[in-house]
């Protein structure tokens, strides 16, 4: 067996107690998290595009609203797999070339 130092990463939040006193403080914590990074979010509304959809109601527009989000949240690994995602469904919609 080695001796060397590793570095890992333990979540353990799941494992709490359930109790009113536990769920105020994750509820405190997740709103500090949230807070902390509301103004870099807010800033990066303004780098979005505005979107105007044909069809509104189609399938793929709560994806790409979503993706929307994540970008604003900063999730953009998250965002831009969604993008894909939501590309490639479009492409393979049988309709899309007839709508488009």
Known sequence: MS???MEIYID???NQ???EQAKQQNSQMMRERFEARLP????RIWQLPPIMLH??????VQLLLES???FIAGFFYSCVAMCG???ERIIKEPNFSQSA
């Open 3 to 5: 001796d060397q130092m």
């Open 12 to 14: 353990l939040l799941s």
């Open 17 to 19: 107690p359930k109790t």
């Open 40 to 43: 870099a979010a807010v800033d």
């Open 55 to 60: 069809n509104p109601e189609g399938e793929y």
């Open 68 to 70: 929307r989000e994540l």
């Open 85 to 87: 995602i939501v590309g």
